[in-house]
């Protein structure tokens, strides 16, 4: 499945900053995610709950949500995008693949002190850490 990147689609009148039904069920579906989803598992659910938007609609209320900083977006290794939305808080957040089930996990770690021991001149704008192993599920089984 390719990736859906950032696009500059201008925003319908209609929707503008509002949280829309489509994004808010969005929202919900991933607050509501022990791990961060695709697309197509993000577009699963909101099927299962009844939602009628199209996949377009879907993906840009995903987007929408990562604009505003309500989501966020994790590219894996297999470069498929995954979102999660980890309530107040930033995403300055590790992440944990699971090379069994391919899940990937927000982890409630900060990312490595390497950003803040840069040498002077030196600013971080973004850190992407990801640690790759077996969840708790997988390593049981
Ligand atoms: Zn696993
Ligand atoms: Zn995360």
Do not use: K
């Amino acid at each position: 499945m390719s990736s859906q990147t950032v696009h500059a689609h201008a925003e319908s009148p209609e929707s503008g900053g509002r949280l829309t039904p489509a994004r808010r069920m969005v929202l919900d579906i991933l607050l509501a995610a022990p791990n961060a989803m695709t697309h197509l598992e993000v577009e699963t659910a909101a099927r299962a709950r009844g939602l009628r938007a199209d996949r377009v609609t879907l993906y840009r209320a995903l987007d929408w949500l990562v604009v505003r900083g309500l989501a966020h977006r994790i590219e894996g290794s297999d470069r498929v995008w995954r979102f999660n939305a980890v309530a107040g808080e930033d995403h300055g957040h590790a992440h944990f693949h699971c090379l069994r089930c391919g899940r990937v996990f927000c982890l409630d770690l900060p990312q490595p002190a390497a950003a803040q021991g840069l040498p002077p001149g030196f600013h971080c704008e973004s850190t992407e850490l990801t640690l790759h192993g077996t969840c708790d599920a997988c390593g049981a089984a």
